[in-house]
């Protein structure tokens, strides 16, 4: 009798993903539904969408979600943690929406260690707004905002956000991942897991940077967008540990 | 002694499916293709290839490769 | 003073960012958070995200506050968009100063549109209390997480530096436990034997976003009959009223007990609540008072709610003194025995 032996996460409601064909978001989506399960938080966890594609998340996950405003996640999470520090609490961020306009809340709440979990989606460019330079657009990197490619001297350099929580001393775990291969699929989920387990241990401020594939705005097939990730993506967003005070310390 | 190979099967929600093709091209048996026809969202979805006609021995393992980089969850994996 | 008022009200959860003049609020309240068991203060590095705190505090279902100055408020106007939306209750002080821009710390009163307007971008008004005493800021400082509760609305106490400052007796109303306040069957606490909740207010769909606006409309139309309050002062053979509030309702009370010294029948219409403005008390009071002079530590704000709600029916005057100039009782009796003269409120 045959076995299944993977299906819909029980944590995602029934509802067919708004995204692109190949977008990366639906991939970390289900990861996070299915770690959510394998933890058995499904009670406890409450998740904060950002602005930008992701918005609708609440839309999917079949637990407790709360709007953020543009790149606020880092502090309404922190409001919700501070008043149930047994929950497992979660933002979800692109990188628009992390890395520009909410620096200023991200880098904080990892300063202060607020114990909560960011899920960071680096796709390198603005997708719901249509394509424009992100703080992660690539230099040389097309927009719609960066005719030509983006001119690091007119338009500034990717900005590497994960390196600079890495130094924020309440920050615990860190990890640039990507999910373009099946490989790094399973490393990325084995990311978000210590990250939620970190959380779940009390010990800090943890998130997990995923290189994330946007066909329609890179302009490429979901195949090539994957390949771009390998190709061009990992050479200035490395995929590695950036910090992790976690080893033993995780029960 | 006879080499034991996993025996798997895979299904393709065609509607879920909106035709990205990244299970083909992870896919190490080969067995997925694109369909020939439409789905209602206007895609040509992946269509699972129960066993490829030229070579029997390339054989769905259940390795859920596909599964896992499917962005829609249209793949279901079963095994044994 | 309002710290203390709102640990009583079972305020559970501050957030605030430095300005001046309002920062003995927020030290008050570090303490009396740091004394409690389930106390939390936080200094939050921008206004933006004291606010955005606030909404999360607010999702996870505490009594919550900030506090913050005219820059600051404008500020946290996005986040207060998104909490009129989502239906979140917070607490919001304003201790007004002089502006725009930098302007100066001294009190001021020029931000009643910003308050009474919305604010923020979108459709939506917020509840807006100004005391003028001590006491009545205790007071207010209760009603004020009893409305955010009651109406899921942000509530504003609009204040000013003076009355930071005042040094008064008070009593304070016991201390409640917020364990036993009514529990709150929206919050996100985790989806625990029951189906998973949203709190959101992206509304694609524009009938839907239609109905949200009205909803809250009928929502502020039931605040507005419910809670609209006014006090008045020597009204009942008033020829001349003064209507101000707050530190200039204070000013005016001791210009108009000069004025009747001087034998003018003047009295105050004070507004205790200006979203919702109480129109019909003041309308009620235009059948007998044919001469209102509006005072205000701004250039003229509330005079149009005075004007819109009196519509032609009676005279409306003004005198103002903006940019932190704080009147005194004479300089507003001199007013007022001009215009009372101007106006031969003193012929029968």
């Known amino acids: 009798m045959a076995k299944k032996v993977f299906q819909r996460p029980k944590y995602l409601k029934k509802a067919v993903f708004h995204y692109c064909p190949g977008c990366g978001h639906s991939i970390i989506h289900r990861l996070i539904a299915e770690i959510i399960e394998e933890l058995d938080i499904g009670e406890k966890v409450i998740g904060v969408p950002p602005a930008g594609c992701a918005v609708l998340a609440y839309d999917y996950f079949d637990v407790d979600m709360g709007e953020s405003p543009h790149g606020r996640g880092a502090a309404v999470a922190t409001g919700i943690k501070r008043i149930l520090p047994d929950r497992i609490v979660f933002s979800y961020q692109g990188d628009g929406d992390i890395a520009a306009i909410g620096t200023a809340e991200t880098i904080h709440a990892a300063n202060r260690g607020e114990n909560i979990t960011t899920i960071f989606v680096n796709n390198g460019v603005y997708g719901m707004t249509g394509g424009q330079m992100a703080p992660t657009t690539l230099a040389g990197q097309n927009s719609t905002t960066t005719p030509g490619g983006r001119d690091v001297k007119r338009d500034g350099f990717p900005l590497d956000l994960s390196e600079m929580l890495a130094i924020a001393r309440g920050s615990v775990y860190i990890e640039r991942t990507a999910v373009n291969s099946p490989k790094n699929i399973m490393r990325t989920k084995r990311a978000i897991t210590k990250a939620f387990k970190a959380q779940m241990d009390g010990l800090g401020f943890s998130l997990v940077e995923i290189l994330s594939p946007c066909p329609t705005n890179w302009k490429l097939s979901s195949v090539d967008a994957c390949k771009w990730v390998e190709e061009s993506m990992v050479k200035t967003f490395p995929l590695k540990v950036i910090k992790d005070e976690v080893e033993g310390a995780i029960s | 002694m006879a080499k034991k190979t996993k025996k798997g099967k895979i299904t393709i929600d065609r509607e879920l499916c909106k035709g990205c093709y990244l299970c083909i091209s992870v896919c190490p048996s080969h067995l997925i293709a694109v369909s020939d026809k439409l789905n209602q969202k206007g895609y040509y979805p992946a269509e699972y290839m129960e066993t490829d006609s030229k070579e029997k021995n390339r054989k769905c393992t259940g390795c859920t490769m596909c599964a896992i980089t499917c962005p829609d969850i249209a793949i279901e994996v079963y095994r044994g | ?348």
């Open chain 3, 1 to 348: 003073m309002i710290g203390e008022a709102a640990v009583r009200a079972g305020c559970r959860f501050y957030a605030g960012y430095p300005i001046t003049p309002q920062n003995e609020l927020a030290e008050y309240t570090a303490s009396a958070m740091a004394r409690l068991e389930d106390g939390t203060f936080i200094q939050a590095e921008s206004e933006i995200a004291a606010i955005n705190m606030l909404i999360g505090a607010s999702m996870a279902g505490a009594r919550v506050m900030t506090s913050s100055s005219g820059p600051g408020i404008s500020l946290k106007q996005e986040g207060i968009s998104f909490l009129a939306a989502m239906e979140l209750p917070a607490v919001i002080v304003n201790t007004m100063r002089g502006g725009p821009g930098l302007g100066n710390i001294a009190p001021a009163q020029g931000d009643y549109f910003q308050a009474t307007r919305g604010g923020g971008h979108g459709d939506y008004r917020t509840i807006v209390l100004a005391p003028a005493s001590g006491q009545e800021l205790a007071g207010l400082t209760r009603k004020a997480f009893e409305y955010a509760d009651e109406y899921k609305t942000p509530v504003f106490i609009l204040g000013d530096g003076m009355m930071g400052q005042m040094m008064e007796p008070v009593e304070f109303p016991e201390p409640i436990d917020p364990r036993s306040l009514p529990p709150k069957p929206w919050i996100l606490d985790g989806a625990k034997g029951r189906p998973s909740r949203i709190i959101k207010s992206l509304l694609l769909d524009t009938s839907v976003e239609e109905d949200h606006n009205w909803k809250l409309t009928r929502k502020y139309e039931r605040i507005t009959r419910e809670i609209a309050r006014a006090d008045t002062y020597m009204t009942t053979d008033a020829r001349l009223v003064v209507t101000a509030y707050g530190t200039a309702a204070r000013i005016a009370k001791g210009a108009i007990k000069r004025a009747r010294e001087l034998g003018l029948k003047v009295g105050l219409f004070r507004p205790v609540t200006l979203w919702p403005f109480p129109k019909r008390a003041l309308v009620e009071m235009s059948r007998q008072v044919k001469d209102f002079l509006v005072f205000e530590m701004s250039t003229g704000q509330m005079l149009e709610d005075v004007k819109l709600s009196l519509e032609g029916r009676s005279n409306v005057h003004f005198y103002g003194r903006p940019g932190g100039i704080i009147s005194t009782p004479d300089e507003i009796a001199k007013v007022i025995n001009t215009l009372y003269h101007r106006q031969h409120l003193n012929e029968d």
